[in-house]
Nanobody, 118 residues
Framework: QEQLLESGGGSVQAGGSLKLSCATS????????LAWYRQTPGKERVLVST???????TYADFVEGRFTVSRDRATNTFYLQMNRLEAEDTATYYC????????????WGQGTQVTVSS
């Protein structure tokens, strides 16, 4: 069963930076577009950024210019570099595959907590 494993969350002061990682298998990395979502308690999961297999990227308006998504083919890892963090960025961050052929399905990681103090 394919899995995604996030890491890199933590606590940081406003204005600081964190880099999230999402480790995948080579099969998933080569066949899937990947995305980062975030969720706060009581609210729906929100799309933050995507990176497709051709290295095309998209960003939500609320992170544009502050966050950078990337894919590393050497390690089959998906990253989210988060700069100029704000208290409103506090959330659980999830990486996920996008359900688009030839990806085998919509797979979620377990999530990693990011806490930004003001």
């Amino acid at each position: 069963q394919e899995q995604l494993l996030e890491s890199g969350g933590g606590s940081v002061q406003a204005g600081g930076s964190l880099k999230l990682s999402c480790a995948t298998s080579k099969y998933i990395f080569l066949n899937c577009d990947l995305a980062w979502y975030r969720q706060t308690p009581g609210k729906e999961r929100v799309l933050v950024s995507t990176a497709n297999r051709a290295d095309g990227t998209t960003y939500a308006d609320f992170v544009e210019g502050r966050f950078t998504v990337s894919r590393d083919r050497a390690t089959n890892t998906f990253y989210l570099q988060m700069n100029r963090l704000e208290a409103e960025d506090t959330a659980t961050y999830y990486c996920a595959t996008l359900e688009k052929w030839p990806c085998p399905g919509h797979i979620w990681g377990q999530g990693t907590q990011v806490t930004v103090s003001s």
